[in-house]
């Protein structure tokens, strides 16, 4: 390699990292929270979602929807729907925290579906809450290690109160030892007093329960229809705000699910500081969406009171929307509406879209294996058989990367969800394929796959830049109402996009290599990689911790196969002593934001310091753990990955016949592959869904690989002699 290009590859390197150093350290530091001493009220119910709000049932909770601030609301706590007691006493840690049923501390296991819900004390007075001790058990038990009553006890510790109206509010209310200092059960009358004795006030309106979704063992069971219940929370609401202080901001919150079924619930803030606009936290960044953990941490800045470092929310910020009109609010409603319907709709496609391409693909393939085998047809239509083949692989592999750009159009509005949503991706699928196919690059061996993963990469770069709009309920997207993240690249996101990097790297790698530039292919592969690691990896965009730890050795290991350097014990210790250092580099980075403003990355580096990082490894181990074993079908992927790498390792093994000649013909695609499976294997045991980050990346890297060695034989078939009868005969 000449200076002027070993120049030129290092002045590309330093702009990429300076690119990620300036997104991180120019991020602008948010205003500081202003200095607030007004009081709150905020009014907590349950299963309320804004497809019940309307200007004709419920007059009050629209007038706050045209006036105030709003956003949907994740209410996911311990397990997959919550409670009205998980919603308060998340409320009261600031951290997701459930109840405990029937006496079993953690009833129904961290993640699965949570057994009945419980009543919450129907007779309190000032004093100790029942089922207190069950609580705190519960908590301790939870990975999520929440510590109930931190709210009083970091109003109390700044001279604060908090009075507790209702059942519910009594939970949130309570001090670490349970114990109720100010309380009051619900009464209109007494309501005007009851808001002037602190600076904050919970009151509990009771919570709204879907018959049609209610656990028959539930003790929460409603003697009324769905709209009645809505109508008296509206009721009881206009009768809060009719006795309010002047100059009292008010927040109604649904604080949890209508039943067994998990869904996107409401806020809506009215008052002085808050006009008609919407809601947003820096820990969904995601306007209009906002976490039940971001609650506490907003009341204390209310209060001008330092919230803890160990709260995984952050206060939420009002942002104008303009005028306060019906028409402006009936748009707002719109917005909230897609929010909830979207990620509803998407939950339960999910599964049956991915486990059905995967199925449909493969009876493809084996079909047209067996053709071929059996040799079916004469010459001609065996080598259409190639083709067809060939070009079906190819579109499949334009698939994943359609399921996010289907999200450009509102399928979820449609009365027959998953038919809108695969007609949404077979749109963007074929024009992609189309890009790929007719293009004059179709008949070089890489030319599609190059515009498949530029295509795929460059789709999910500029969504992770712009914010994670198209992941954003997608079917191998983030989901709103799991509430795991909410931007930046998740696992399923990490997985194409770091398989269709490193199929790139293998593509550019490999034609330069061919024509004796291996320097020049080590420094395309090293930019591309490093490109990609910086995205994935900048706290401003991809924030990822897992990714570019599983990434960047998959870089590493191409470029040294290509530059022929050795794999000794030492080049191996080197290169993870160098990763290790880059994700600690850009975990400081990350943590030298202000704290509103960190991602994952700057996160753990605090909690790293403060001595906790060793049970954030053990929590998510535990978690990739339980969700590996939950699915039968996790433990099919070891297997295939055990296989996987015993078929690269022995190419001369049986079951590696068809990649044989693809492996001469092309000098990278084994090595491209093994890079692959070290990005998969790491991803695997690192994340906390890792089990996804193979099966995902096999949707794309499998088509291509087929698409690739179906090349190389229709190339050998078309430059085949011609031959007689006789001789075709006797071959």
Not at 153 to 166: F, L, M, P, R, T
Not at 330 to 338: A, T
Not at 632 to 657: C, E, G, H, K, Q
């Amino acid at each position: 390699m000449t200076r002027r290009r070993l120049l030129t590859t290092a002045a590309a390197v330093v702009a990429l990292a300076g690119l990620v150093i300036g997104s991180v350290v120019s991020t602008k530091t948010p205003p500081k929270g202003r200095e607030i001493s007004e009081a709150i009220v905020l009014i907590g119910t349950g299963g309320l979602s804004w497809s019940d709000v309307s200007p004709r049932t419920t007059p009050t909770l629209w007038s706050i929807l045209r006036d105030g601030a709003t956003a949907t609301l994740t209410v996911r706590s311990v397990h997959a729907n919550t409670c009205p007691v998980d919603g308060w006493l998340t409320l009261s840690a600031g951290e997701q925290a459930a109840d405990a049923v029937d006496g079993v501390v953690g009833g129904g296991g961290p993640d699965g579906i949570k057994p009945p819900c419980r009543a919450l004390p129907a007779e309190m007075t000032p004093g100790k809450v029942p089922h207190w001790s069950e609580y705190r058990a519960a908590a301790g038990w939870s990975r999520f290690d929440a510590s109930i009553g931190l709210l009083w006890e970091q109003v109390a510790s700044h001279g604060g109160c908090i009075q507790a109206v209702g059942p519910g509010a009594a939970l949130g209310a309570a001090r670490a030892s349970g114990m109720v200092v100010r309380y009051e059960q619900y009464d209109e009358s007494t309501l005007s007093a009851a808001l002037t004795s602190c600076l904050v006030t919970l009151i509990d309106v009771g919570p709204v329960r879907d018959p049609a979704d209610v656990d028959p063992k539930d003790e929460l069971r409603p003697a009324t229809t769905r709209a009645q219940q809505v109508a008296a929370i509206d009721a009881r609401v206009a009768a809060i705000l009719k006795v309010t202080p002047a100059g009292t901001d008010v927040g109604v919150v649904s604080l949890a699910d209508a039943g067994a079924s998990e869904r996107l619930r409401m806020i809506a803030i009215t008052g002085p500081h808050f006009g008609a606009g919407t809601l947003e936290s820096t820990s969904t960044r995601q306007p209009g969406l906002v976490q039940l953990t971001d609650l506490t941490p907003s009341l204390l800045q209310h209060l001008n009171i330092p919230r803890p470092t160990s709260l995984g929310g952050t206060p939420i910020k009002f942002v104008p929307a303009g005028e306060s009109s019906d028409q402006s609010a009936s748009k707002r409603l719109q917005s909230l509406l897609d929010h909830d319907q979207a990620s509803h709709e998407v939950k339960s496609l999910v599964e049956p879209f991915f486990y059905g391409w995967v199925l449909l693909q493969l009876a493809l393939y084996l079909t047209a294996a067996w053709l071929w085998r059996r040799g079916w047809g004469s010459g001609a239509q065996r080598h259409q058989l190639l083709v067809n083949t060939r070009r079906l692989a190819t579109i499949a592999a334009t698939v994943p990367v359609s399921t996010f750009l289907a999200n450009l159009l509102p399928w979820w509005r449609f009365s027959l969800p998953m038919v809108s949503v695969m007609a949404s991706v077979g749109l963007f699928a074929t024009m992609i394929s189309a890009l790929a196919l007719l293009g004059p690059w179709h008949k070089r061996t890489f030319g599609p796959l190059i515009v498949v993963c530029v295509t795929t990469m460059t789709v999910l770069a500029v969504d992770v830049m712009t914010g994670s709009q198209l992941q954003l309920s997608s079917l191998l997207g983030l989901q709103p109402v799991i509430g795991g993240r909410f931007y930046g690249m998740g696992n399923v996101t990490f997985a194409l996009f770091a398989t269709a990097t490193l199929m790139l790297c293998m593509a550019v790698g490999d034609h330069l290599v061919t024509l004796g530039q291996r320097r020049d292919a080590a420094a395309a592969v090293a930019c591309i990689g490093i490109a990609a690691v910086i995205i994935d990896a900048s706290s401003s965009w991809g924030a990822d911790l897992g990714g570019p730890t599983a990434l960047l050795p998959a870089v590493v290991y191409l470029v040294l196969v290509i530059l022929q350097i050795k794999l000794t014990w030492r080049v191996v210790l080197a290169a993870m002593g160098g990763v290790g250092a880059f994700v600690l580099f850009l975990g400081v980075l990350d943590w030298m934001r202000p704290a509103e403003s960190r991602s994952h990355l700057g996160r753990f580096v605090q909690t790293a310091i403060d001595g906790g990082a060793w049970d954030i490894i053990v929590r998510k181990l535990a978690q990739n753990a339980t969700l590996f074993f939950s699915n039968p079908l996790s433990l099919l992927i070891p297997v295939v990955l055990i296989l996987f790498a015993y078929t690269l390792a022995r190419p001369t093994w049986w079951a590696a016949a068809p990649l044989r000649r693809p492996f001469e013909d092309i000098s990278l695609l084994r090595p491209g592959l093994i890079a692959i499976m070290i990005m998969w294997i790491i991803g695997f045991a690192l994340n906390d869904t890792g089990a996804a980050i193979p099966a995902v990346g096999a949707m794309l890297a499998c088509p291509l690989v087929i698409a690739i060695t179906i090349r190389t034989f229709d190339d050998q078939w078309e430059a085949r002699p011609v031959l007689t009868s006789a001789s075709r005969h006797r071959r």
